[in-house]
DNA sequence: CGTTTTCTAAATCTTAAGATCTAGTTCTTA
DNA sequence: TAAGAACTAGATCTTAAGATTTAGAAAACG
């Protein structure tokens, strides 16, 4: 007697508006023991009221349908907080939606071209926990993922050149650490031990120097350019 | 006469601490017709002069190193926009290294406990444009990638229950929107056509709502709350 | 139709903020 | 050792900010 014999078959819901692919895809699966496929769905809304109801093991999600869009609902399904795992499912490997699709949780991504045994390979992958992406598809995630990350860096390039915030002696930059957390010159000076004119000396120059007219401006400036407060904690 | 005569060979830098197993990578590669080993460097400093005298083809980074750690010259070795393409190098697969590497620019990652095979597949791979990831590492990555998106969601968690801004009428917003970009009461009133003491009127307003008691904890309050001085442009 | 918001605005008052100048101390560095 | 930068702080002055009260007009609402 197989070990396979006691198992629970693992329980697919399959969401796909074309009705032909999505029965070619079931008929696949349910030639595996290890699977069943308990529902189809056309529709995001009918998909989302039957995983609630079967909270199935695995949803094959088709993510270029008309309507709403797959993703938002890979959204809304990991939303729900249950244990189903999702698997996207797309005609092109494109990478903006590999990337979106995985950002928001999807633990697979497979293309519709790919052969059947990729399908059932995603499958035993998924099903065991792990994250299921073909090596083509992981580099176009990548590609993305690289890309979005230069961006984001690019946007607060504010590192080294024309960044006013560099010129800051270590005191300005406690000071300004202050005034980013709303605090009054008064309760500067107390938390740095000071007087209040010495605060107001500080801030006189950190607005010269950020070439700013007032501590919201300052406040501003600080943050848009990744200001964060470090250096805090100077162990004399 | 094959074609691979004509090819330049692919240049590769080994950065190691470790000169036993830097040099035994170099052997690995250079048995390989399609690569040589132009340098070998054993820590972060001559690693970046090389290779800003070089300009390789591909660095083969370890990670885990003393000092400066791999992390930071990957990052700083991207920085000088070459067209060198880096490969990451641990001895243990850590989601949060692999996550790291990855998001600042590295093509490949490879554990140095696999098969010299995977290596010389790395180099194949990431010398055609192409990202290396073996499958257990991509998993690896995508838990820390997906957890640290599930975090980011739940740190702007802020949406509903407890957003004082909500509380806010369009003219207060508007107002709010021109302070969280740094303009005086004086300004505010010119920009919206209203006078000053109006202005001064639906600050206070704000405050109130915002439980705030001055203008930078309002603009400080707002962007932490996600405001984005939309519906500004507000067709009449 | 009366009530409540919302937007407007004036008057008055207090104080925090910001500008400017001077100056002493300490520490670094050429 | 002299020069400069950094941190400190007092004095003085101006103005922008913020608090508070009152109130009219228009729109929304029940």
Redesign the interface.
């Given at each position: 007697m197989r070990r396979a014999d006691f198992k629970r078959k693992t329980r697919v819901i399959v969401v796909d508006d074309n009705y032909d692919h999505a029965s070619g895809i079931r008929e696949l699966i349910n030639l595996e023991q290890d699977y069943e496929v308990i529902a189809n769905a056309g529709n995001v809304n009918v998909a989302i009221s039957l995983i609630k109801k079967y909270q199935p093991d695995i949803v094959l999600m088709d993510i270029n349908m008309p309507e709403t869009d797959g993703i938002t609902a890979i959204s809304e399904i990991e939303k729900l907080g249950l244990k189903t795992r999702i698997i996207a499912l797309t005609g092109y490997d494109e990478a903006d939606l590999i990337y979106r699709a995985?950002?928001?949780?999807a633990k697979g991504y497979i293309l519709k071209t790919m052969a059947s045994a990729q399908l059932i390979r995603a499958l035993d992958e998924v099903s065991m926990g792990?994250?299921y992406?073909p090596?083509v598809l992981?580099?176009k995630f990548?590609?993305y993922?690289?890309a979005a990350?230069?961006n984001e860096k690019a946007y607060n390039a504010t590192d080294d050149e024309e960044n006013l915030l560099n010129y800051l002696t270590n005191r300005e930059e406690e000071v300004l650490g202050l005034?980013?957390?709303?605090i009054?010159y008064k309760g500067v000076a107390q938390q740095l031990f000071i007087s209040e004119t010495t605060v107001k000396t500080h801030v006189n120059n950190i607005f010269q120097k950020l070439q700013?007219?007032?501590?919201?401006?300052a406040?501003?400036y600080a943050?848009n350019k990744g200001f964060s407060a470090k250096k805090k904690a100077k162990i004399a």
């Open positions: 995985m950002k928001i949780g792990k994250i992406l090596s992981c580099s990548f590609e993922f690289q990350e230069r005034l980013t957390e709303g009054t700013v007219n007032d501590r919201t401006q406040v501003l943050i």
